[in-house]
Antibody, heavy 118, light 107 residues
Framework: QVQLVQSEPEVKKPGASVKVSCKTS????????IDWVRQAPGQGLEWMGW????????KYALKFQDRVTVTTDTSTRTAHMELRGLRSDDTAVYFC???????????WGQGTLVSVSS | DIQMTQSPSTLSASVGDRVTITCRAS??????LAWYQQKPGKAPKVLIY???NLKSGVPSRFSGSGSGTEFTLTISSLQPDDFATYYC?????????FGQGTKVEIK
């Protein structure tokens, strides 16, 4: 079965960078892209970006495009999301997901809490 | 980015009620809209994709309609398991966006 297992929680200082990992299994890795979505405490969902695991092309939300990079490593079947210049309002749970909304299925990681505090 | 406006932000209802949530896009997204359900501490789950297509395994009391800029999620008879937060998401442009969410509470 398809599984996405994310890296452990992180605590960072303002201005630092964080890299969240998403290790996949149960399907051919290059078949689907990986989306990244975050959720601040008590707040709504925020789409950050997407990467094609086959071609490597990316899409980013305007809000994040100067600070975020999403990558994949086909050899380890892992996707990564790096967010730079962290601020306190970047404190959130970060999710990776496979969202094939053309045919209607979704798989999600368990989420990774990133806390930003001085 | 396309803006998605959901209403209401909170909805109080009883078991058995018919519930409707609306989502409006700032520009046309054709039918590239999904609806999600999220419960506290859990990842969201897709209910509806392409505006009106029910994801396999989702109860038939959930339905979606609309196209262009106006969309609706309807729960025909609210069940105890349906008390949750619901989000719309557009994927009709280069960049996707979510609505701000609608929390369905017990009346």
């Amino acid at each position: 079965q398809v599984q996405l297992v994310q890296s452990e929680p992180e605590v960072k200082k303002p201005g630092a960078s964080v890299k969240v990992s998403c290790k996949t299994s149960g399907y051919t890795f290059t078949t689907y892209g990986i989306d990244w979505v975050r959720q601040a405490p008590g707040q709504g969902l925020e789409w950050m970006g997407w990467i094609s695991a086959y071609y490597g092309d990316t899409k980013y939300a305007l809000k994040f495009q100067d600070r975020v990079t999403v990558t994949t490593d086909t050899s380890t079947r892992t996707a990564h999301m790096e967010l730079r210049g962290l601020r306190s309002d970047d404190t959130a749970v970060y999710f990776c997901a496979i969202l094939d909304l053309v045919v209607g299925f979704d798989y999600w990681g368990q989420g990774t809490l990133v806390s930003v505090s001085s | 980015d396309i803006q998605m406006t959901q209403s209401p932000s909170t909805l109080s209802a009883s078991v058995g009620d018919r519930v409707t949530i609306t989502c409006r896009a700032s520009q046309s997204i054709s039918s590239w809209l999904a609806w999600y359900q999220q419960k506290p501490g859990k990842a969201p789950k897709v209910l509806i994709y392409k505006a009106s297509n029910l994801k396999s395994g989702v109860p038939s009391r959930f339905s979606g309609s609309g196209s262009g800029t106006e969309f609706t999620l309807t729960i025909s008879s609210l069940q105890p398991d349906d008390f949750a937060t619901y989000y719309c998401q557009q994927y009709g442009s280069h960049s996707q966006t979510f609505g701000q969410g609608t929390k369905v509470e017990i009346k």
